[in-house]
Each structure stands twice: as C-alpha cells, then as structure tokens.
C-alpha cells in the first residue's frame, strides 16, 4: 500500500478525514479531481452508496465533500485535545445534512411495498449530507474517545483502534516503516561502535 492508496477500514468519517495524507510536499489530497471521488467512492462503494444513475463526480461536486471533511476534521482534533469541539464545525456538519435529507421513498414492487432512501439535490451535495451524517454518528459514538493519530513521525491519519495496543494506522504503511527505520537505528549504531 502506498501513501497515494486512500486507508480504507476505519469508520466512513474517519476514511474520509484520511484523504489528506502527509506527503513530501505537506498534505495531499487524495479526492482533488472528480476522477478521483469516484475512484475513492467505489472503495467505500458498500457504505456509501451512489444511487443508480449518478454519473462520474463533477468538479462541482468536490467542494460540498471537502467542506464536510474539513469541518470533520477540526472537530476530531479538538476531540484529540481535549478540547471542545468548534461550533461552526458542529453547525456545519448539521448545515451539510439538511441540504440534502434522507426520504425513504416507497413504492409496491408488485408483492410488498419497498422503501428506498432517497436523497434530493446535486451529487456533491447529496454525498456531503451522507458523510456529514457517518461523522454525526461516529462523533456522538461513545467509541470515539478511543481515537488515536498515528504515531508515525510522518503521519496525519487518524484511527479507532479494536485494540488498546494499536499505534498506527496500518501495520503495512506505518507500521513496517516504524520498525525498519528502528532495525536500521540499532544496526547503525552498533557499526558505529564498532569504528
């Protein structure tokens, strides 16, 4: 896995908060181009579903899913402080959802009747609602005092961990460069001794 791949996994919100990796450059953007929302939202295609007939994301889809990821982002972090979190995060997490509100739309499938959710609106604005609603549901989760940042020098991700134990986002990203960048510390400084 490499630090372009989205980290796929953690609660939607959190999967959302981490497309903005640390790279050589500062922060990337893993959903900068419509191409790649699409490509992010098939990873998360069987929690986030697109209704049928939603074609490729448009630019202007883009703005509404970052603003929500940014507004979730803030909150998580005052979260990992210990601080309150900023009201016009809270509010603007509220606001993304009631642009674009669930309707259970029902309908007789010729046997039973069928309800189907259903969101009005543009596509940006209808995915900025849903993620809006994943970080709704995980910030008022008792769980989410569990969450924790990577504790890789170089790493932004944030995570709840099944295990009390767990210090990084991934074992294969994180994880394995932690302890190769330790191997390589030990054995360096036992040459070093050794000169």
Same mark, same amino acid.
Request: aromatic share 4%.
């Given at each position: ?31 900068? #181009? ?14 986030? =579903? ?21 507004? +979730? ?20 997490? #509220? ?6 509100? @669930?309707? &259970?739309?029902?309908?007789? !499938?010729?046997?039973?009747? +069928?309800?189907?959710?259903? &969101? ?5 604005? =209808? ?7 994943? @970080?709704?549901?995980?910030? @008022? ?11 890789? !020098? ?27 960048? &330790? ?7 036992? #040459?070093? &001794?050794?000169?």
């Amino acid at each position: 896995m490499s630090d372009s791949e989205p980290l796929t996994g953690e609660p939607l919100a959190l999967d959302l908060v981490n497309t903005r990796p640390a790279g050589n450059d500062g922060r990337t953007d893993l959903l900068d #181009t419509p191409q790649r929302l699409a490509a992010w939202l098939a990873l998360e295609d069987d929690r986030l =579903r697109v209704e049928a007939g939603d074609s490729v994301p448009a630019e202007s889809d883009l703005a509404p899913v970052h603003a929500v990821r940014a507004h +979730t982002e803030a909150v998580l972090h005052a979260l990992l402080r210990g601080a309150a979190p900023p009201e016009a995060g809270l509010r603007a997490l #509220t606001d993304a959802q009631c642009a674009a509100p @669930a309707v &259970r739309e029902l309908a007789w !499938d010729g046997s039973a009747v +069928t309800a189907t959710v259903r &969101r009005p609106g543009p596509l940006g604005v =209808r995915l900025a609602a849903r993620l809006a609603e994943a @970080a709704a549901d995980l910030l @008022a989760d008792p769980a989410i005092t569990r969450l924790k940042r990577c504790e890789a !020098d170089d790493c932004v991700m944030l995570f709840l961990p099944a295990h009390p134990r767990r210090r990084w986002c991934s074992a294969d990203r994180c994880g394995n460069r932690v302890r190769v960048a &330790r191997y390589y510390q030990r054995h360096k400084q036992v #040459t070093d &001794r050794k000169r």
